[in-house]
């Protein structure tokens, strides 16, 4: 194997999956360096949704959502078989946080910032004599019903889809491979790696950091730095029930007013998602008897044919870790937009990125892609006069668009 490249991509989870497809596409010389396997983290143990983010309206994320729903309606045309629209109800009950009059108003905005999709950006009230077809659902103090359209996917097969892509365009994937140290040369980034049990050096342009809940990790060992913010590891459990409620998706309030989805997976029943603060060895993330029982709890208020289940007869159950900027506020009530990081605003040599959506990968890509044409279009070899460390911004996905 060519041990120099233009790149190289730390982590094959969906966004260094779609940074490496999308560098390969430019045209560039592009490794993917991952640890565990393909979608081995986070990836695999989403709520398998590509959409828009409803509920980060409430939170007035207006650019995160219109850029979602853009990215959804491109993979629905572009990977039918990987994504697919799905009906989504949400109830109302007298008890709920949210009125009728505020989720019309919820859905209305995202209708219009979805565009027109065949007819699935509308969406409309379910009349009361249509309510018995609802799986079930609990009809005691409900006073209305909502339905919209999202989509659904595999994330962990839409994860090794893309890796494939980046692969048949030429990328070289390295897995399992950890890294070892990255620094800064007069001939690019040498980077130290271990894989099946040999230590092996290559050289690249530029380093890709996306290694997910490891990223702090990642960034460590190289030099120079990308100065990261402050961030924190959020825990997400989600919780698998044996049986079908049908081939509805039903987006519902927890009592502490959290949105918890309830939808059918492989002929089972899917219910997450929690959020709770992690600290510690990203591989050990495990959900806890709590958050199992919230969400057992928070689908049993809702569909009563649930309430003989008992915590023993969950399935499956998991937890996946986000990256989110460190705050006082919930996780709950944070922003998502992702973060992009450089050590060099003009020409970045070690880019990190923090976060990030399953269904805006494409859209964080293209802009790892226009941050790094600086350095990669640069003429070669580099000069021995370059400075190995440099001062660092920091920029987020809004700033880049």
């Known amino acids: 194997m060519s041990t120099d490249f233009d790149v190289l991509v730390v982590g094959a989870g969906i966004q260094g999956a779609g940074a490496a497809d999308a560098l390969a596409e ?3 010389r592009v490794a993917i360096l991952e640890q565990l396997g393909i979608a081995a ?3 695999s143990r989403s709520s398998k949704l590509i ?3 409803l509920r980060y309206l409430e939170s007035g994320q207006f650019h995160l959502v219109y850029e979602c729903l853009r990215e959804r309606r491109w993979l629905l045309a572009n990977k039918p078989q ?3 629209m799905v009906p989504f109800y949400i109830p109302v009950y007298r008890h ?12 209305t905005i995202y209708s219009l910032l979805a565009g027109v999709i065949s007819g699935h950006s509308r969406f409309r009230a379910i009349p009361r004599s249509e309510w018995e077809q609802l799986s079930g659902l609990n009809r005691e103090d409900l006073i209305a019903v909502y339905r919209y359209y ?3 996917t595999d994330d962990a097969a839409l994860t090794r889809n893309v890796v494939e892509s980046a692969v048949a365009q030429g990328a070289h994937l390295i897995c399992p491979g950890s890294l070892v140290g990255a620094e800064l040369t007069s001939q690019g980034m040498r980077v130290d790696y271990v894989a099946d049990g040999q230590l092996n050096t290559l050289r690249a342009r530029v380093l890709v950091n996306c290694s997910g809940p490891w990223v702090n990790t990642t960034n460590e060992r190289c030099s120079p730095q990308t ?3 402050p961030l924190d ?3 997400g459990t989600h919780i698998e029930l044996p049986l079908a409620l049908g081939d509805k998706i039903f987006y519902v309030e927890a009592e502490d007013g959290r949105a918890v989805f309830v939808m059918p997976w492989q002929g089972r029943t899917l219910v997450g998602t929690t959020e709770r603060s992690y600290q510690g060895d990203p591989r050990d993330v495990a959900p806890t008897l709590e958050e199992e029982q919230y969400l057992l709890h928070t689908v049993q208020r809702y569909f009563p044919q649930t309430r003989v289940l008992r915590g023993k007869d969950i399935c499956d159950s998991w937890a996946g870790l986000r990256v989110l900027p460190r705050s006082k506020d919930s996780p709950f009530s944070r922003p998502r937009d992702t973060l992009i990081c450089c050590d060099d605003q003009k020409r970045p040599r070690v880019l990190a990125v923090a976060g990030g959506k399953l269904t805006s990968y494409r859209a964080t890509a293209r802009k790892i892609v226009k941050i790094l044409r600086s350095t990669l279009e640069s003429p070669e070899p580099e000069t021995a006069e370059e400075p190995a460390a440099k001062t660092g911004n920091s920029r987020s996905e809004k700033e880049n668009h």
């Open 26 to 28: 430019a045209g560039y």
């Open 41 to 43: 983290a986070t990836s």
């Open 51 to 53: 959409h828009g983010g």
């Open 82 to 84: 990987l994504v697919r």
């Open 96 to 107: 709920s946080r949210r009125s009728p009059w505020t989720v019309r108003l919820g859905l």
């Open 150 to 152: 999202d989509a659904q």
């Open 227 to 229: 100065p990261l913010p």
């Open 233 to 235: 590891l959020v825990a």
